[in-house]
């Protein structure tokens, strides 16, 4: 075993950190993406009132009442 131990770097972590020398904007474009689709406020007045005035199904959704 050599002297110098040199510790491991996986080719992917490898890939990720020459991706983010290329664009340094990169993190934070990524930020403002998941700000776009995932992180919303949430109404949980409107979401307690969508709850209550949810209809439940019928056990068969194909057979009528009337049958």
Sequence with gaps: MPWIWKPYK???TSFIDELKAKKP???A???Q???LLWDK???R???A???EARVPQQPY???TASE
Excluded: K
Aim: net charge negative; charged share 35%.
């Design 10 to 12: 996986s080719d992917v």
């Design 25 to 27: 904007t990169l993190e």
């Design 29 to 31: 474009e990524q930020r």
């Design 33 to 35: 993406g998941r700000a």
């Design 41 to 43: 406020a949430i109404d």
């Design 45 to 47: 007045q409107a979401q």
């Design 49 to 51: 009132e969508y709850r």
């Design 61 to 63: 959704v194909y057979q």
